[in-house]
């Protein structure tokens, strides 16, 4: 895939619309106006700056940007380290891994979940850094960032993405979108900035992707006297407005240059991290709560009509943090669904998704050969895995898993092709991609146990198994190498 440098596409229209002085200060402003205006439904502000006791404490917000000043005193220990898609290669290389070299990333990332300028104080930042010390990255990379997401998140678990960045819709935007939608599809949920317009004018944002993805939240910017700023992207994709200031009124967050750092900075990049920051309050009060649950609710509980020079594609709904307790929903869909064989047997196990709020009750899993369901089977709460046996050997078969409570059944996932059902023999080599699959578009890295290391062993680069003898081989599957193992007992005959 050729590489598409997000600022080359759009002017870096979603950086920052200008930065404000060259040094930072030394203190973030007592009463942040952009926190003072959201929890009210209208002007004048009220020097109240409270979201009450809900902190986003226990929820992670990955933000995927140029990186986070890790040692922030905005972030008090609660920035990690993610993925760094640069340094690795020699690009603008940092360190710390996934630190910041250009400051939106800080910048963004407080206004997240900053102590005192941000929304969620108490949640994890993770940082995951894509684009360079000049605000610019790849298509590329932000895939590769988003498919680690994937692998990291902890299915089940309400967690948050900002994406405060894009590209044109018809320059690979689309690998970004499949991305988008498959984190929507696990129950996370995604804040994307609408876009910043340049000297042709401002960005439609049904034209940017991933700002045009349904499900996702776009948000556009509104400057300090509630007027809809003049370089935010608008039209029918723009989920709401927040936030995003003008450079006469800009937004002060946390920056880079040191621990208590501080610059000033305008756009719809922050503005989206204010709604991310208010999705994790919501997450924080009811973890099982489903992306659409939460973004559902954000919608309907803006403020309408207040904001002025709105255009008449643009909806008028203005950030307003209400924690009152959401709806529940049916689940979402199970993820991390992996298929093995041995013997003649299939052997699957997934991650339970989110609930919706309400408790899963059964999750149901069939088995599909040429598109007919010759086998399903229910399991009960807690259990995430199951096993098909007597089947034919050499026989090729799909697999749906679905979740179940008391409001409904949930997001199935898409018929995942399993490997044929085979034997494991002894003195054979066998890929790996025979014997175990991630559905979908994840891989599986393979660790064998050192337990079976006089049974099986990986030769080729990791890519086969060599079965030396009879037994059990014990063998550990990850999406990433740092993320949680599925085991699996492979016995070979």
Known sequence: MTKKPFAALLCAAFGAVALFGT??????????????????????????????????????????????NLGHEQFGGRALVGIDTLTPRGDDPVSPLSSDCDGHGTHVAALAAGATVGVARGATIVSVRVLDCDGEGDVSDVVTALKWIR??????????????????????????????????NEGVVVTIAAGNGDSYGRYNSCEISPA???????????????????????????????????????????????????????????????????????????????????????????TTGVVTAVDALTANRLLFVDTAPV????????????????????????????DGGSAITSTRVALVRNGTVVKKVNVGPGVTSTRFTNLPVGAQYSVVVKAVNAIGEGIATPRYSAPKVRYLRANSYV???????????LSLKWRVSSGSSRVCRLTSGGTKVHFMRSGTCRVALRTIDDGPAVARNLRVS
């Open 23 to 68: 040094s930072a200060s030394s203190a973030p402003v007592t009463q942040p106006w952009q926190l003072d205006r959201i929890n009210q439904r209208t002007l004048p502000f009220d020097s109240n700056t409270s979201f009450g006791a809900l902190t986003g404490q226990g929820v992670t917000i990955y933000i995927v940007d140029s990186g986070t």
């Open 151 to 184: 692998g990291h998140h902890v299915g089940g678990r309400a967690a948050i993405v900002n994406l405060s960045l894009g590209v044109d819709r018809g320059d690979e935007g689309q690998s970004i979108d499949d991305q988008v939608n498959a984190l929507l």
């Open 212 to 302: 045009h993805v349904p499900g996702a939240l776009t948000v556009g910017a509104i400057a300090i006297n509630d007027a809809f700023t003049t370089y935010s992207g608008f039209g029918p994709c723009v989920d709401l407005l927040a936030p995003g200031g003008t450079n006469s009124a800009p937004v002060e967050s946390a920056w880079i240059g040191g621990p208590s750092a501080y610059d000033m900075d305008a756009g719809t990049s922050m503005a989206s991290p204010l709604v991310a920051g208010y999705a994790a309050l919501l997450a924080e009060q009811q973890p099982g709560l489903c992306a659409d649950d939460i973004s559902s609710a954000i919608v309907a509980r803006a």
């Open 327 to 354: 709806a529940a929903g049916v689940p979402g869909q199970p993820s991390n669904v992996v298929l093995s064989t041995g013997g003649s047997s299939l052997g699957v196990s997934w991650d339970a998704p989110c």
């Open 431 to 441: 890929a790996i991609t025979a014997i175990a699959k991630m559905g979908g578009d």
